[in-house]
T-cell receptor, first 111, second 115 residues
């Protein structure tokens, strides 16, 4: 089983502040995905990154894939209460079509 | 499209009881998956299926069984419930499963408590 480590485990910030969540592995990803999960619901895909060094933006969310394809980060600018949720990174390793998940970062944005 | 639907939403079982968690998708996806999510542990793959009639074990299959008689349905069976199976169970599906960023669509989950 490939291990994905996410940090921090919990993050609580004030509305308007910025935050960054990290996802790391000792193995190379073939691709990496970020999901957001709200209480009582299943995870919903936010983005997929495939190329080392790739940066993708989704409104106030910026996703970066490390050059070595072993790490990724999610940055939220001017966080809003609607950004509250569990952020999960998930990766495909080599040609394995099974998705491996990190433990998640619980983000709380206070109004 | 309803996407991926799961029933029931919540269930309490006594130790040793059995039950089936239902999962249905209406997107004509070939691949279907069952995960369990425990606090602070992320999602662990229990079983998956690459098409009707074909299933295989994931990371944590012990204590569970699955079947895939149709493209739409992928039920998960617990034969002898144990407290260690207390968890939230998610079913997911994807069109293909080639490991290059294929999107998985998740159901809303079934919360199971075994006492």
């Amino acid at each position: 089983t490939q291990l994905l480590e996410q940090s921090p485990q919990f993050l609580s910030i004030q509305e308007g502040e910025n935050l960054t969540v990290y996802c790391n592995s000792s193995s190379v990803f073939s691709s990496l995905q970020w999901y957001r999960q709200e209480p009582g619901e299943g995870p919903v895909l936010l983005v997929t990154v495939v190329t080392g060094g790739e940066v993708k933006k989704l409104k106030r969310l910026t996703f970066q894939f490390g050059d070595a394809r072993k790490d990724s980060s999610l940055h939220i600018t001017a966080a809003q209460p609607g950004d509250t949720g569990l952020y999960l990174c998930a990766a495909y390793f080599s040609n394995d079509y099974k998705l491996s998940f990190g433990a998640g970062t619980t983000v709380t944005v206070r109004a | 499209n309803a996407g991926v639907t799961q029933t029931p939403k919540f269930r309490i079982l006594k130790i040793g009881q059995s039950m089936t968690l239902q999962c249905t998708q209406d997107m004509n996806h070939n691949y279907m998956y069952w995960y369990r999510q425990d606090p602070g542990m992320g999602l662990k793959l229990i079983y998956y299926s690459v098409g009707a009639g074909i299933t295989d074990k994931g990371e944590v299959p012990n204590g569970y069984n699955v079947s895939r008689s149709t493209t739409e349905d992928f039920p998960l069976r617990l034969e002898l419930a144990a407290p260690s199976q207390t968890s939230v169970y998610f079913c997911a599906s994807s069109l293909i499963g080639r490991g290059r960023g294929e999107t998985q669509y998740f159901g809303p989950g079934t919360r199971l408590l075994v006492l």
